[in-house]
């Protein structure tokens, strides 16, 4: 009976804790919330304070809507927020396509002000969905021109997603290196190559996408069959087939030629310096531009547009490499050193024009199935 | 054995009739309200996008997707995959809870949480782990498995071997044993005694585990993506490619219609097979039954040579290859990927160091853990009651049923669903921090109900009947009948639980703010990331969230034994 007793008050003690942990964790987490919210907000004090004295025209909260690479300097972010009064709020739901997708399924209901991160393969859809308000900045670069989607999204940074090539392999194996597409159905190429599915990742679709520019969209298809032919390998991300397959960068993979990005080589420098030990095919490059846009029913739209006007800034372009691994859309700014040495654009990367890429799709990503899936 | 008080209390009239039906009112709905809101209300939402059109239903959509070879392929493909997986993980899984819940060896607790570890890895690691072994070049490259069926197999028993292990074993070491000894000393061989006796009483807690192993494999999706490549998608990759990628509501509403109905099918199955088995069992409540491992043919040997082997062969090996890769820089052998967890990663790659990462996904941990134990216990208790009345009895067997769909929905439904329900106050949260708690907590909760209910369903309902004839309000009934079973089966669920919210990675990573980002969301951050300081780091928080895991598991563990002697 002792025994009983001593565990039913046990038992008791231990409900009691767990309710206390409830309550404590709970309102622990509030708190936590409310105080992130200034703490890693990084204007801190000041923007919390406008927030609640002033929530009309210069003040309040602007949520910026974007895709989960989305990096910028602390000390830009602050700087944005202590000149415009303005706190900021992330979301991040998702990559490029997932957050498009959202923005439609959430147009009556807008998850924030402004959106960053809409890229060229998927731009006609947020448009032909009319997630997005008119707006072009005043001092949009005379550069952006060439990316240009109408009135509703402004072209921020771009990067080229390229086969990469290991340098080292093909000296070691005396075989040379690839130039052009048509080279990778050659049979001294056979079995060295990985590339990622259009369907799941998204440097696979520019990939697909470089290919209809080059085939033409009747002509692609027989290419992919002779890649296929030739012992392509496909897997289902970028990071698994850059660090595993790719026989250039950290794991010891058989492939020597990767679907990657112009930048990438930048990142695989020697730490002694020196040459990178990959390189960029840039005849094989499609440009993918991203775009930020006003949301329609924003509930703070003047702090959207100021936010656009932000991104084309100078100080945020020349933020961009170094954060985002992609390349400013005002080509008047400087690149960091190693980007200019190692990691130049393509001259004349490839191009689907965006209706086209909406209409076609999924039907070529069908196709695309059909032929390497079986 | 376990507690009956005899003595009627004084307060007898306290939790009788109005308040014993007010209690059980409370306790149905709580977790009705809870995953209402959260679960079905936004699932729905985003199917019925799917199958309405300009306010009628059109359900057209059905016979164009199901008329498409590739739909069929890809039902194929799961169900092969998901039965393949189970029966494996379920051959594999019950002489590891023999191994490591009947008998008792030198450092068991540590192998015991250990197992758990790979239950809880993000999926983006462990897939990269897997195929820089299997890849051709890799240490295992000449088994030829890099992309095949066997490679998504053995990724799914890996992660699912803890559940069958776990779920088992906490029913196996509370087994009576004199039941099996009474049929050895009348004559049964060992083999005979366990498939008579034992298998039978263990009926229960396999089937439990064999359906939440198979809605894991069924809903498998980052595992799938990457070890499988492009050749075997399933319904629940399909999903998210027709929903992330191309906005064809339409298509993942039929493929989410099908993997309910896969997933209601095979938690029939399992009931079903469950009732024919149920039995009050003879249960020890202290599990003193232990007796030390005897490695000597007949005995012990086979089990325990098979768990040896599945636990160095599949779980160790993938494992170790990440720590030693882990330490790995281009300098050579060194901690600094470690040490550069308290940075933001090469040219900031993250919004926060990994560290700060970690105790978000603490904090998370904590909340969900909370919310999925108040939940699912609740769950629990109403599931196993044994009510007379036809009616009742069938409402308690769709209780049981219904909580265990959030394991059997896509959580790229949950996650799109979130956004088209939670936009107005009070649920406005679709930017709250606390969504994600809750999104883990109902990912936990058919674990927790998993967890507690095969141990509170075997507790013999004689000794409630004889304790209410004894005069023991309802209330005390609960405490002083189930109370003690239910403390030690919450070691177990509280463990699960924490376990999962720490790992889960497909709903968290929609929800999570980018200034509050958890481990698993920086990890597949960093490796998605060029160069080898990201790399390096994402292995190095790789492996602190393994070793949390298995600390977590080990404390629970701990924490159940010292009640369970106490």
């Known amino acids: 009976m002792a025994h009983t007793a001593t565990r039913l008050v046990r038992t008791g003690v231990v409900a009691v804790a767990t309710l206390a942990l409830t309550a404590c964790t709970l309102t622990g987490n509030g708190d936590e919330t409310a105080g992130d919210g200034t703490d890693s907000a990084p204007a801190g004090e000041d923007s919390s304070a406008a927030d609640t004295e002033d929530g009309g025209d210069s003040g309040g909260t602007l949520t910026v809507v974007t895709h989960d690479s989305f990096a910028l300097s602390e000390e830009l972010l602050s700087g944005f927020e202590a000149e415009t009064g303005y706190t900021l709020e992330t979301v991040a739901p998702g990559d490029a396509g997932a957050l498009v997708n959202q923005l439609v399924l959430t147009a009556d209901s807008p998850l924030g002000d402004v959106v960053y991160g809409i890229d060229n393969a998927v731009a006609a859809r947020a448009v032909g969905a009319d997630v997005l308000a008119p707006y072009t900045p005043a001092d949009q670069p005379a550069s952006a021109d060439a990316y240009d989607l109408g009135d509703t999204l402004t072209p921020v940074d771009m990067g080229d997603v390229c086969l990469n090539v290991d340098h080292r392999w093909f000296a070691e194996h005396d075989v040379p290196e690839p130039q052009t597409f048509a080279d990778l159905t050659e049979e001294d190429y056979r079995d060295l190559t990985v590339v990622t599915n259009p369907a799941t990742s998204s440097p696979g679709l520019a990939f697909l996408l470089a290919t209809v520019d080059e085939f033409g969209e009747d002509g692609w298809q027989d290419y992919w069959r002779d890649l296929d032919a030739n012992g392509l390998k496909v897997v289902d991300s970028w990071s698994d087939a850059y660090y595993v397959d790719f026989s250039g960068s950290e794991g010891a993979g058989e492939r020597p030629i990767v679907l990657s990005y112009a930048s990438s080589p930048a990142a695989e420098v020697p730490e002694s310096g020196g040459e990178p030990r990959t390189g960029a095919l840039l005849s094989t490059c499609f440009r993918q531009v991203e775009y930020a846009g006003v949301l329609a029913g924003a509930e703070n739209p003047r702090g959207a547009r100021a936010f656009v006007d932000f991104l084309v800034s100078t100080p945020v372009q020349e933020d961009i490499p170094g954060q985002m691994y992609m390349y400013p859309v005002d080509d008047s700014v400087g690149l960091p050193q190693a980007w200019r040495q190692h990691a130049p654009l393509a001259e004349e990367p490839r191009a689907v024009d965006p209706a086209t890429v909406d209409a076609n799709r999924e039907d070529w990503i069908a196709a695309w199935r059909e032929i390497v899936v079986g | ?566």
Request: charged share 15%; proline share 6%; with cysteine.
């Open chain 2, 1 to 566: 054995m376990a507690v009956v008080t005899g003595r009627p209390l004084p307060d007898r009239t306290f939790f009788r009739g109005g308040a014993a039906a007010l209690f059980w009112v409370v306790a149905a709905a709580v977790p009705l309200v809870f995953l209402g809101t959260f679960f079905a209300w936004p699932v729905l939402t985003l199917l019925a996008r799917g199958v309405m059109t300009d306010g009628a239903l059109d359900l057209s959509g059905f016979a164009d997707v199901l008329s498409r070879d590739r739909t069929w392929r890809v039902i194929g493909m799961t169900l092969a995959q998901s039965a393949v997986g189970t029966a494996a993980a379920v051959v594999l899984g019950v002489p590891g809870a023999y191994v490591l819940y009947r008998c008792r060896f030198r450092g068991q607790g540590l192998v015991r949480a250990f197992v758990t570890v790979p239950f809880v890895l993000p999926t983006v690691v462990v897939g990269v782990a897997f195929r820089a072994l299997l890849t051709d070049g890799g240490p295992l490259g000449f088994l030829g498995l890099d992309g095949t069926f066997t490679a998504v197999v053995l990724a799914l028993v890996f992660f699912n071997y803890a559940v069958v292990v776990r779920t088992v074993g906490a029913l196996w070491a509370r087994l009576d044993p004199r039941l099996e000894q009474a049929a050895r000393a009348l004559g049964a061989g060992p083999v005979r005694a366990f498939v008579t006796v034992t298998l039978p009483a263990l009926g229960p807690a396999i089937a439990s585990a064999a359906s939440v192993v198979f809605l894991f494999c069924a809903t498998a999706f980052g595992v799938v993506m990457v070890l499988g490549g492009v050749d075997y998608g399933t319904v629940e990759t399909e999903i998210w490619v027709q929903t992330t990628q191309f906005l064809d509501l339409r298509a993942a509403a039929v493929l989410s219609v099908v993997q309910v109905a896969v997933v209601t099918l095979a938690l029939a199955a399992a009931t079903a097979s469950r009732r024919r088995q149920e039995r009050a069992l003879r249960l020890q409540t202290d599990s003193l039954v232990r007796q030390p491992l005897r490695l000597r043919p007949g005995a012990d040997l086979l089990p325990a040579v098979v768990t040896a082997a599945v636990v160095l062969g599949l779980l160790v090996t993938p494992l170790a290859g990440l720590l030693v890769r882990s330490l790995r820089t281009p300098a050579g052998w060194s901690l600094d990927n470690y040490i550069a967890l308290g940075t933001t990663g090469g040219a900031n790659a993250l919004t926060v160091t990994v560290w700060e990462a970690t105790a978000n996904s603490l904090r998370a941990a904590v909340d969900a853990t909370v919310l999925a134990v108040v939940v699912g216990t609740l769950v629990a208790l109403i599931a196993s009651r044994r009510p007379r009345g036809r009616t009742a009895k069938r409402a308690v067997g769709l209780v049981d049923a219904l909580f265990m769909l959030p394991l059997g929905v896509s959580a790229v439904t949950v996650g799109f669903g979130f956004l088209l329900t939670l936009d107005t106050p009070p649920l406005d949260l679709r930017t709250s921090p606390i969504l994600v708690p809750i999104a883990q907590a109902v990912v936990a909760i058919p674990l927790v109900v998993r967890s507690v209910l095969p141990v509170l369903r075997a507790v013999d309902p004689r000794l409630r009947q004889a304790a209410a004839t004894l005069g023991a309000t309802p209330g005390r009934v609960l405490a002083t009948v189930d109370g003690p079973f239910l403390v030690r089966a919450l070691g177990l669920a509280v463990g699960f639980a924490f376990a999962v919210s720490l790992g889960e990675f497909g709903a968290t990573s929609f929800l999570a703010r980018p200034d509050r980002p958890t481990l698993p969301v920086v990890i597949f951050r960093l490796i998605g990331r060029p160069g080898a300081e990201n790399y390096g780091m994402a292995l190095a928080a790789a492996v602190v969230l393994a070793t949390l895991t298995a600390t977590v598991m080990g404390l629970a563990e701990r924490l159940r034994t010292r009640e369970a002697t106490g």
